[in-house]
Every structure is written in structure tokens, then in C-alpha cells.
């Protein structure tokens, strides 16, 4: 597979989780917003989703005055900012475009088809729809084009969406880690008493992370934390879980690393035994120790771009894409 | 569009202008093959015509058949008309007989100029018309290419002026383009009107991407059995880049550009994954100048440095071959038939348009002394632009490019206006006669070879004979009718 490609072929999964993630997150906050606790225009729901779904600027940017409509314009419509909905949209169309001599017509047609109907989006369409239905229709239309994806042939390419993929799933996973942890530990005293802002929290924190159908199958007890930290985090069979997106990654690594292991497989390995390390109850006292990983997981993607898509040497300074 | 669902829908198609060959409705009345068509047409309505339409629009833009006009930053659709055309078997085995004997005549032309020069030294073709044209390569004197197979992908511009008579407009032998609209065509005419491929026998050309790929595969640098193969874009921001990644997918190759190859020991290779592929046949979709800026233009940064040192050491092969454009220019055109007798010793199957050269004083003062009732085209031109449409301009238009014909005339030539012949078309006005073309893509590896079918460009314009796309022409499916209805 053209190096070239990879590229495209890594940012089409990166892009295209992250449509999924910030639309399931704004459906989060959105939900949250609505709850007694945060009435009065309460900046906090608003503020945790730009915080995982956008970059530290957009933070600072958040007016205290309606945030909830500058987080939606940013994370929605916005034609400007590379991860809104909008955006994320139109570069898995792109991306898919100049990839899709690798893909089948079904991949194109979903992202293409996709492209087409969300170039709409903007505040008027996405009122007149409504805000629920729009990022329904976002989800849908992701997991539409993921399914696409599941018929690729499992070689180079899929490997690479693989890996894209699961770069893209520990970031958001991190991210929700390292914004809900702490309000967890501030603001969710009373996370195992239903029907109080603590339980709502926590149920908040549940869906964030994508987990919501899962934690009461496996734990007995509602509201703990550290249940849920492990769930998020640690729990192999979780499909979005920090360990399982990493393997994953290593896998998808393996896979192209034909000829030895390459820095970035290398990096990769790391990063799981880094998670496997992880002690529930330490990440639970001290989040900050998760901003160590997103570091690790930014230095295995600047590694694969090098190493896989013939990007530039990385810089001494890690960055994010 | 403006509709009214009680029209009905073949209101406009007994049109029929004095002196211009309609196709479905000749004068001996409606042709047998478009019998199934016109039973289709009388039961609709113009609104299920709009129907039918939109539901194309929607199919097209989900697959993304789009192409990119220079100098504007969306992509668009090209017009595909829901009526589409048909022709006979018995004419087009004239057709496509008469267009593999060009395109064999043709290769055989570009062989010998870059190798003994045998038709020059004959006289058939003045040395000077060859040697001297700016779109002669002497870089690619005495290069071997297999099968002595220069053009291996051409496209054959066809009007039709009676029920018998062809001509060839020009040939297309260096990157012709719309081939993958032929196909797509098709595959939503299929879509939206299955009926008509129930009721009647029409020859599939879905086959089209197989056929190119054993040709390029035919044509491997000697001794690789298994050649890996590419299809070279300028990048995604060019006018057909759809087609280009179309006809990669189709074929199972690479989609490359410039920058994904590098050439090492004189051979060329691809960057991937897993390190360099060595590519061993380059259907490459960028003009001569640009593909190697060692060899020719220096600045072109879509090309790949020392690729045609590996081409001339026969160690990849590129299909169209470079230098083509000398048999292509409007100036050689006029020689294809002498070309044919002197390589073949046949009798051309299709005929030229008559042409003046206006390189010739006499033809030259013919030209401008008739300039309201020809067509003056460039002799390098192509794409529609920088023509003369004599009878549709006027007097300022004409003397505009009377005076730039005078500054050069060896770089025109003109035609008699044609009669193009009309096909039924639905346009905003209804269904209404338009003048169409033909483009039949002729392949060449060890056979010469060509699927039934060819891209019909339509100018939607009333009274126009401006096919091209970038100049608002449209696209129709078009049948070869095996058995009519």
C-alpha cells in the first residue's frame, strides 16, 4: 500500500471516530445540561465536552455567557475548526476520495453520501432538525460507514484504519478519563445514590465513555468509581476500553511491521504495558498521570507517520494532529 | 425544471430539422432500435422524466462522479441525459472495425517515426510536417516499446451525418478522457430503466476495466510475467481525478502520483508500507511535459525524476507512450487515411472530415473567405477550446480570430460546419433533439480491441455543436442493440 495512502487511510478512521465520539459527547452534555443541578445556564457541561472533545485553546475561548451555543456552533457546524462534526465529515469524504482505489464503492458511497448531506449543516439546519435528531443522524451515519469498513479485504489498509481507529478511541478514552475523574471526585460524593446530581454525574461519565450498557452487566454495585475507571480503562472485553484500543493498536502495528519491529511498534508495546501497569486506584487519586499516556499515544502516532506514511521526521516536541 | 405533469413527454421528439440526421426518427420513420425507447417515452410524463432525473442526480453525486472545471473550487456533475442512445449491431461493427483499423495505423505511425522513418522517406508524409511538429519527441527516437504499441488507450471522435456516414473528427491518443463515464452511465441507466435491458438485447461494456488491464499486463517490460501496475494522477485537484481513482479501483492497482514514486537503478518504484514496490506499467494520466522534470519540463513537481531513463531502458512501460501528440495534432489527422493504406494496404473503413490546412496559402484564403460557414479549430488544441464556430459567431468574433489566424496559419485548420446528427434529449424544455458526438475507446496490448459502447457527449444547448463537458456538454449511455425490441 502507497505510503501516501496510508496516510488518507489513518485519518479516514481517525476523522470518522471522531465524529462518532463528539457527536455522542455533545448528546452527553446536551442531556446533562438539562439536569435541575445545572440550571441557570451552569457552564460545567459545556465546559468538560469542549475540554475532551476539543483542544485546550477552544477551552479558554468557552464564553461564560451561553456556552452551550459557542460549543455547539465549535463542535457541530463550525467550518473552521478541524474537529467539529462538520468538519470531521467532509475529511473522511476527502480522505476516502483521494484512498478510494483502495476502498470498496460501499466505503466511498457511505462517506461520500455522508459528505453530501452534512455540507448542510449549519445553525439553521441543525435548529430546524433539532439537536438530538442531528447527531443521531451523525452517529447513524458513522456507523453506517464503519460497517463499510468491516467488509475491507484484512490486509495493509485495514490494518491502517485499524490502527487509526484505535489511536483515535484511547485519545477520547483518555480525554474522558481526565475530565471526569476529578468532577467525579469534586462533584459525585453521592454517585452511588440514585436520583442525586452525584449518580447523575456519574451516569454522565457512563455514556461519555460509551460504557452505559455495559457497567451494570459486570459490577454489582452502581456509582463506584474506581468500577468505572476499570471498566473504562482496563476492562479487555470493553470495546472502547484504554487496554483493548491499545492492543489493538499494537496488533494493527504488528501487522505492517513485516520486516522487524519498527519505533513506533515499539512505542506501541510500551503504551500497553504502561496501561497493563496502571493501578485503578492510584489513576483514581491522581488523573494526571493519564496526560503521561496521551504523550506516549501522541509519540506512537508522530512514529507511524513517519515510519508508515512518509511524513517528516517527528520534532522534539510531540504534537497532535 | 419547470414541468407540467400533463404534457406528455414525447411532445418534442418528432422534431425533425430539414438537412439533419435525427436518429431516432429518420426519415424512413422511427428506427428499429429505438422502438422500445419511444414506447417508454409516449407512457411517460415530463414530471416522471423529472423523476427519473433527479433520482440519477442523486445517484451520481452518491457515487461521486463528479469532475473539476479549472478555475473553480467545487466539483461538479456532469449532465447525464436519462434518454439514452442507440446503435445497431451492423453499425457498429463499421464503427468499431473502422476505429481499430485507425488506432493499428496509427501505432504503426508512431513506431516508424520514432524508429526508420519509413512513411517520410516514402512521401507520403512530409518530413518536415513530422520532424518539425513542436509535438514530435526526438528523445523518444529508437525507444523499443512492446508490441510496437505507442497508444494503448485512444479515443476515437466520431460524428454522424446520415444513417451510413461517419466521420472521424479527431483522434485522441495521449490521455483521453470520460471512459469511466461511459461505464457509469451505463450502470445507472441500468438503475433507473431496467426494463429496457429486459425487453431487448444490449451489449455490456462493464468488462471495460479487465480488458485495459490484460492489454496494460500485455504490455510488460519484457521477461516480468507478474507486472505490478499503476495509474498515475496529477493529484485530486484535477479535472477527471474521479475517473482516474475509477479506473485504478476497477482494475485493482495503484492510484499513484508523482511524489509516490522514485526511481532507483533506472527503475521505477512505488513507496508503500512495507518499504519500495518496483511499478512495472504506468497508465499515467499526465501530460508529456510534465512527467519527468530531468527530461523535460524542470518545474513540473507532478512528475517523477528520471522516470524516462527507466522508460528507456525498458524497464517500465508507459501507457500512452510519450511523444504521441505528433499523431494526434489536428495537422497529421489529415494523413491518417494515406496512413492506413501505407501500413495496413487497406482502404480506410471510416472517413476524414475534409480539412483545410491553413499552413497552405490557397486552403488559407479559402478559409477566411468562408469563415462564417466553417469550424476553425487549433492544430494542438483540444477540450472545445480555442475553436471557431463559424455560423454560430459573429462579425466581431470572426474577425478577432481572422487576425489570429493570419499572425500563425500553420497552427489552424478549418472544416466544413458538419450536420452533426440529434438524439431525443430531455432538457429544460421538454424532450428535444440534440446534436451529439461518439468516443469509442479503442485498447491495444497484444490485440487491438474495443468493448461495444462508447461515451455520447450531447451539446444541451439548442443548435449547438460544442460537445465538450467543460463547454456545458452532457453524457448519454449508449447501446449497441444486439436484438431491438
Known amino acids: 500500500m502507497l505510503s501516501r495512502i496510508a496516510g488518507n487511510c489513518l485519518w479516514l478512521a481517525r476523522y470518522l471516530e471522531r465524529a462518532e465520539n463528539t457527536a455522542r459527547l455533545i448528546g452527553v452534555a446536551q442531556t446533562q445540561s438539562l439536569m435541575p443541578e445545572y440550571h441557570g445556564g451552569d457552564p460545567r457541561p459545556w465546559r468538560w465536552l469542549v475540554d475532551v472533545a476539543a483542544d485546550d485553546q477552544a477551552l479558554d475561548k468557552l464564553p461564560s455567557h451561553n456556552p452551550a451555543d459557542a460549543a455547539l456552533e465549535l463542535l457541530i457546524w463550525n467550518r473552521d475548526y478541524a474537529s467539529s462534526i462538520w468538519s470531521c465529515l467532509r475529511a473522511v469524504r476527502e480522505n476516502a476520495r483521494t484512498a478510494r482505489s483502495r476502498l470498496t464503492n460501499a466505503l466511498w458511497e457511505a462517506a461520500n453520501t455522508t459528505w453530501i448531506e452534512a455540507r448542510a449543516l449549519d445553525r439553521d439546519t441543525v435548529q430546524a432538525r433539532g439537536i438530538d435528531d442531528t447527531l443521531g443522524w451523525a452517529r447513524h451515519r458513522c456507523m453506517w460507514i464503519r460497517a463499510a469498513i468491516h467488509d475491507l479485504l484484512e490486509d495493509d489498509c485495514a490494518a491502517i484504519i485499524a490502527a487509526g481507529r484505535a489511536i483515535e478511541r484511547c485519545d477520547n478514552t483518555i480525554r474522558v478519563l481526565r475530565a471526569f475523574v476529578p468532577a467525579m471526585k469534586r462533584d459525585g460524593a453521592e454517585s452511588k445514590k440514585p436520583g442525586t446530581p452525584g449518580h447523575r454525574l456519574w451516569e454522565a461519565m457512563l455514556s461519555a465513555a460509551s460504557v452505559q450498557d455495559w457497567y451494570r452487566k459486570i459490577y454489582p454495585e452502581i456509582g463506584d468509581l474506581n468500577s468505572t475507571v476499570e471498566l473504562i480503562a482496563r476492562y479487555p472485553q470493553q470495546p472502547r476500553s484504554l487496554v483493548l484500543s491499545a492492543r489493538k493498536l499494537e496488533k494493527a502495528l504488528s501487522h505492517l511491521s513485516v520486516a522487524g519491529s519498527t519505533t513506533c511498534l515499539r512505542r506501541a508495546r510500551d503504551l500497553v504495558a504502561s496501561i497493563d501497569r496502571l493501578a485503578i486506584g492510584e489513576l483514581v487519586e491522581d488523573p494526571e498521570r493519564l496526560s503521561g499516556l496521551l504523550l506516549q499515544l501522541y509519540s506512537i502516532s508522530d512514529a507511524f507517520g513517519y515510519e508508515h506514511c512518509g511524513n517528516d521526521p517527528p520534532s522534539q516536541s510531540q504534537s497532535q494532529s | ?485
Open chain 2, 1 to 485: 425544471m419547470t414541468t407540467k405533469q400533463a404534457t406528455p413527454a414525447t411532445d418534442g421528439i418528432t422534431a425533425v430539422k430539414p438537412g439533419i440526421f435525427n436518429e431516432m426518427r429518420t426519415k424512413d420513420g422511427l428506427h428499429p432500435d429505438y422502438v422500445a425507447l419511444d414506447g417508454w417515452l409516449k407512457k411517460s410524463t415530463l414530471k416522471d422524466l423529472d423523476r427519473k432525473l433527479a433520482d440519477a442526480s442523486r445517484l451520481f453525486n452518491r457515487r461521486g462522479i463528479t469532475f473539476a472545471v479549472y478555475g473553480e473550487s467545487a466539483e461538479r456533475l456532469i449532465p447525464f441525459d436519462i434518454i439514452p442512445r442507440a446503435i445497431s449491431a451492423a453499425d457498429w461493427k463499421v464503427v468499431s472495425t473502422g476505429c481499430i483499423q485507425r488506432v493499428r495505423a496509427l501505432n504503426a505511425f508512431l513506431d516508424d517515426i520514432y524508429h526508420d522513418h519509413e512513411i517520410l522517406k516514402a512521401g507520403i508524409i512530409p518530413e518536415k510536417e513530422i520532424l518539425g511538429n513542436k509535438l514530435y519527441n526526438a528523445a523518444m527516437q529508437g525507444v523499443d516499446v512492446p508490441f510496437g504499441v505507442h497508444s494503448h488507450i485512444a479515443g476515437v471522435d466520431l460524428v454522424r451525418v446520415s444513417p451510413t456516414t461517419w466521420y472521424v473528427l479527431e483522434d485522441n491518443l495521449r490521455t483521453p478522457s470520460g471512459v469511466s463515464y461511459m461505464l457509469e452511465n451505463r450502470a445507472a441507466q441500468r438503475r433507473l430503466s431496467p426494463e429496457f435491458f429486459l425487453n431487448q438485447k444490449i451489449e455490456p461494456n462493464d468488462h471495460y476495466g479487465d480488458v485495459l488491464r490484460n492489454a496494460l499486463r500485455d504490455c510488460a517490460p519484457a521477461g516480468v510475467d507478474n507486472p505490478t501496475l499503476a495509474v498515475m494522477t496529477p493529484g485530486a485537484a484535477n479535472s477527471a481525478y474521479f475517473e482516474h481513482g475509477y479506473l485504478a479501483n476497477r482494475m485493482g492497482v495503484y492510484l499513484v502520483e508523482g511524489r509516490d514514486l522514485v526511481v532507483e537503478n533506472k527503475k521505477v518504484f512505488a513507496r508503500t508500507v512495507t518499504g519500495l514496490e518496483q511499478i512495472h506499467v504506468i497508465y499515467r494520466r499526465i501530460d508529456d511535459d510534465f512527467m519527468d522534470p530531468l527530461a523535460f519540463n524542470k518545474d513540473s513537481v507532478l512528475g517523477v525524476p528520471g522516470i524516462f531513463e527507466a522508460y528507456r531502458a525498458g524497464n517500465v512501460t508507459l501507457a500512452n507512450a510519450i511523444g504521441n501528440g505528433v499523431a494526434d495534432d489536428k495537422a497529421t489527422y489529415l494523413h491518417v487515411p494515406a496512413m492506413i493504406r501505407f501500413y495496413l494496404g487497406e482502404e480506410p473503413i471510416l472517413s476524414n472530415v475534409p480539412t483545410y490546412k491553413c499552413s497552405d496559402p490557397s486552403e488559407l484564403k479559402y478559409v477566411l473567405e468562408h469563415l462564417h460557414e466553417l469550424v476553425v479549430k487549433e492544430v494542438h488544441g483540444s477540450g472545445g477550446y480555442g475553436m471557431l464556430v463559424g455560423p454560430a459567431a459573429n462579425a466581431e468574433e470572426r474577425e478577432k480570430y481572422k487576425a489570429r489566424l493570419l499572425a500563425d496559419p500553420s497552427d489552424f485548420i478549418a472544416q466544413p460546419t458538419l450536420a452533426l446528427s440529434t438524439c431525443p434529449t430531455f432538457v429544460a424544455q421538454g424532450i428535444a433533439p440534440r446534436h451529439v458526438d461518439l468516443r469509442p475507446y479503442v485498447v491495444s496490448g497484444k490485440d487491438v480491441t474495443l468493448v461495444p459502447g462508447a461515451l455520447t457527449r450531447v451539446a444541451l444547448k439548442e443548435g449547438s455543436l460544442v460537445v465538450n463537458s467543460s463547454q456545458g456538454g452532457g453524457t448519454k449511455d449508449t447501446w449497441v442493440v444486439v436484438e431491438s425490441a
